[in-house]
Every structure is written in structure tokens, then in C-alpha cells.
């Protein structure tokens, strides 16, 4: 009684759109994405992101995600809902000093004849001997209070060479997250924008959903009548052709006239009426022997809520409207089909 009830009410509903871009009633989801991949490291957790430059296109507001952050703490995902809370720039001016080689050496480090605490990573040292250009790569802690310079690669030098060190004008972007989180250096940074404000709600009629087969995850996608196969051979073919696409890599095959003896796995289809297996026939399948396909895993439908979190729903009951409001269907996964959508 109250599945004709849903039925009845909810057979006007329109078609959704489905789609991992798109919302519901077709609107894009996400109105601006910037990716970079230069930020700085930032290994102990806190709320602060450094990243190189002015990065104009950064808001406060963004969501932001990463495929992994590098420092143990997985992936960023939109359900982590992570944003820009605040947003600064600073512009670094350039700068010169110089410093005195207190010995004469190779390699790729400087021990200089005073402490000059004007030096910074990634300066320009040149004044030397044979010409050379290199950069300071790390600052070392002081000897007997001179300065101790790494370089980023080896270079001969003689005593008392006086070296140049400069710096161009920078600019840095500070951001504030609104969440402590950790991540190594250059990871594939993804910010957007979303104008969550305007998205619409439906509600989700559920018009196909194949039951659970033998109790399984996967429910009934077609049977077929088998021609006869012999065990040991991973070709199955069947009598009577079904309809192109019935058939898809990863459904399992059951000779259910056998007591839904399982077959095996599909692992490529020819032709609607001719498969592969991933393993032998483990008994022969006779002429005119009932063959049944399911879907691999649990039917499903993947949707975001208006407070931006993705749920997956598995299994979800067939007339019947889900128990929840949706702005987005993402994805729908085996047999789950005929949805409507009802503001």
C-alpha cells in the first residue's frame, strides 16, 4: 500500500541529471577551480598554508581538496570541508649582503669569517674565483659565531673570497584554513568555489533496484540459455544472443537448472551471446541449462546533500523515495535505474 502511494504521487517526477559535475537540475556545481602544486610544507599540523606568489584567484570562502597530503593524514575530500578562512599576500623585497670565505675549499658548504643573519634560502651567491653562480640551500647553525651557508651544489672557493649574496622581490600567500591539517611540499592543490546558496533539493524515486541475488551483494541483471560448455575453458556461450550491453566485465555467472552453481566472473564480452571468464569452467554447462547474471556488488546511487557532503546509498528499495533531500546524483552503479527527482 505504501509503495503504490510513492508510485502514484511521484510518477510526474522529471529525469536527473546524472553527472560529477553537474547538479540535478543541470546547474554547474563548481563555479571556479584553481590548482596549484608549489606550496610549502607544512609537516607539523597547524591551520597555516604557505604558498609561492600572489595567487589572485584565491578567495576566502574556497573549498579545498588534494589527492593526498603526504604528511599521514590521507586525502582531502570535499566531505572533509576544508576552506579558506582567511587569505593574506606579502610582498618580500629584494635584498643584497655580502660575506667573507673564512678558508679556502670544495664542496657544499661555506664557512664564513662573521655571523650575517641577512642571509636567507634561496639567494644568489656569486663572487667566486671561477665565476660561479650557486644558491643557499640550507642555513647552518653557527661556528664559534660565524655564519655556516649550505649551497644546493658543490663549488670550489678560495680564502677570503668576498661573495655577493641576493635575493629578488617575492611574494608570498598566507592562508588560514578553518581546521588544522598537515602537507608536504608541492602536492596538487585544488580550490573551488560554489554558490551553495542557489542549489535546489529534490527528493529521489528509486524506479529499478535488481534485489540481492542468492542473498549476495549483487542483484539479477539477465539470464540466458547456455549452449553447452565443456569445464576447463573460460568460454561461455549461449543459444539464444541477449541484448547488447545486458553483458558487462564483472558480473558473475551462476548455472542456476545446477542449484546456482556459481560459473565464474566475465572478463570480456565478444558479442551479446559469447563471454570470457577469468578462470576455467569449473563444471560443464549443458545445452539449454538456465544461466543467470549478476552484478558484481550491491546496487547503489552516489548523491551530495546541500550541506556538500557525498553519501553513498547501497541496496536502496525499489518504489520507493530515498530518505533523504539531494542537490546532486554523482554516479548510480549496478542495475540501480529510472530514478525521478521531485522538488
Given at each position: 500500500?505504501?509503495?503504490?502511494?510513492?508510485?502514484?504521487?511521484?510518477?510526474?517526477?522529471?529525469i536527473?541529471?546524472?553527472?560529477?559535475?553537474?547538479?540535478?537540475?543541470?546547474?554547474?556545481?563548481?563555479?571556479?577551480?584553481?590548482?596549484?602544486?608549489?606550496?610549502?610544507?607544512?609537516?607539523?599540523t597547524?591551520?597555516?598554508?604557505?604558498?609561492?606568489?600572489?595567487?589572485?584567484?584565491?578567495?576566502?570562502?574556497m573549498?579545498?581538496?588534494?589527492?593526498f597530503?603526504?604528511?599521514g593524514?590521507?586525502?582531502w575530500?570535499?566531505?572533509?570541508h576544508i576552506l579558506?578562512?582567511?587569505?593574506?599576500?606579502?610582498?618580500?623585497?629584494?635584498?643584497?649582503?655580502?660575506?667573507?670565505?673564512?678558508?679556502?675549499?670544495?664542496?657544499?658548504?661555506?664557512?664564513?669569517?662573521?655571523?650575517n643573519?641577512?642571509?636567507?634560502?634561496?639567494?644568489?651567491?656569486?663572487?667566486f674565483a671561477?665565476?660561479?653562480?650557486?644558491?643557499?640551500?640550507?642555513?647552518?647553525?653557527?661556528?664559534?659565531?660565524?655564519?655556516?651557508?649550505?649551497?644546493?651544489?658543490?663549488?670550489?672557493?678560495?680564502?677570503?673570497?668576498?661573495?655577493?649574496?641576493?635575493?629578488?622581490e617575492?611574494?608570498?600567500?598566507?592562508?588560514?584554513?578553518?581546521?588544522?591539517?598537515?602537507i608536504?611540499?608541492?602536492?596538487?592543490?585544488?580550490?573551488?568555489?560554489?554558490?551553495?546558496s542557489?542549489?535546489?533539493?529534490?527528493n529521489?524515486?528509486?524506479?529499478?533496484?535488481?534485489?540481492?541475488?542468492?542473498?549476495?551483494?549483487?542483484?539479477?541483471a539477465?539470464?540466458?540459455?547456455?549452449?553447452?560448455?565443456?569445464?576447463?575453458?573460460?568460454?561461455?556461450?549461449?543459444?539464444v544472443?541477449?541484448?547488447?550491453?545486458?553483458?558487462?566485465?564483472?558480473?558473475?555467472?551462476?548455472?542456476t537448472?545446477?542449484?546456482?552453481?556459481?560459473?565464474g566472473?566475465?572478463?570480456?564480452?565478444?558479442?551479446?551471446?559469447?563471454?570470457?571468464l577469468?578462470?576455467?569452467?569449473?563444471?560443464?554447462?549443458?545445452?539449454?541449462?538456465?544461466?543467470?547474471?549478476?552484478?558484481?556488488?550491491?546496487?547503489?546511487?552516489?548523491?551530495?546533500?546541500?550541506?556538500?557532503?557525498?553519501?553513498?546509498?547501497?541496496?536502496?528499495?525499489?518504489?520507493?523515495?530515498?530518505?533523504?533531500?539531494?542537490?546532486?546524483?554523482?554516479?548510480?552503479?549496478?542495475?540501480?535505474?529510472?530514478?525521478?527527482?521531485?522538488e
Amino acid at each position: 500500500m505504501i509503495r503504490n502511494y510513492f508510485t502514484d504521487s511521484y510518477k510526474n517526477g522529471v529525469i536527473p541529471i546524472i553527472s560529477a559535475t553537474q547538479l540535478i537540475d543541470g546547474a554547474v556545481k563548481v563555479t571556479q577551480t584553481v590548482t596549484v602544486n608549489n606550496n610549502l610544507a607544512n609537516l607539523a599540523t597547524s591551520t597555516t598554508l604557505v604558498i609561492p606568489g600572489q595567487n589572485p584567484l584565491l578567495k576566502r570562502g574556497m573549498y579545498i581538496t588534494a589527492p593526498f597530503d603526504g604528511a599521514g593524514g590521507g586525502n582531502w575530500t570535499i566531505n572533509d570541508h576544508i576552506l579558506i578562512e582567511a587569505i593574506s599576500r606579502s610582498i618580500i623585497p629584494a635584498a643584497s649582503t655580502t660575506g667573507q670565505t673564512k678558508d679556502s675549499g670544495a664542496g657544499n658548504t661555506l664557512f664564513l669569517s662573521t655571523l650575517n643573519t641577512d642571509i636567507v634560502v634561496g639567494m644568489v651567491v656569486s663572487g667566486f674565483a671561477g665565476g660561479a653562480t650557486k644558491i643557499v640551500g640550507t642555513i647552518g647553525a653557527p661556528q664559534d659565531n660565524k655564519s655556516v651557508i649550505g649551497l644546493t651544489t658543490a663549488v670550489t672557493f678560495d680564502e677570503n673570497e668576498i661573495l655577493t649574496f641576493t635575493s629578488s622581490e617575492t611574494t608570498t600567500t598566507t592562508i588560514t584554513l578553518n581546521k588544522p591539517k598537515g602537507i608536504a611540499a608541492n602536492i596538487a592543490i585544488t580550490f573551488f568555489t560554489i554558490n551553495q546558496s542557489s542549489w535546489k533539493e529534490y527528493n529521489l524515486f528509486i524506479g529499478s533496484s535488481p534485489a540481492p541475488f542468492l542473498g549476495g551483494d549483487g542483484g539479477i541483471a539477465t539470464t540466458g540459455i547456455g549452449a553447452g560448455d565443456a569445464a576447463g575453458q573460460t568460454d561461455i556461450n549461449l543459444l539464444v544472443d541477449l541484448g547488447v550491453g545486458a553483458v558487462t566485465t564483472g558480473m558473475k555467472i551462476y548455472n542456476t537448472t545446477q542449484n546456482n552453481l556459481f560459473i565464474g566472473s566475465v572478463a570480456r564480452v565478444d558479442d551479446p551471446g559469447e563471454f570470457f571468464l577469468t578462470a576455467n569452467i569449473p563444471v560443464a554447462i549443458a545445452a539449454n541449462d538456465v544461466l543467470t547474471f549478476a552484478y558484481p556488488s550491491s546496487a547503489s546511487v552516489s548523491v551530495l546533500t546541500l550541506d556538500n557532503q557525498t553519501v553513498t546509498i547501497k541496496n536502496p528499495a525499489e518504489g520507493f523515495v530515498l530518505p533523504l533531500s539531494v542537490v546532486q546524483i554523482t554516479a548510480t552503479a549496478n542495475g540501480l535505474s529510472n530514478i525521478r527527482a521531485f522538488e
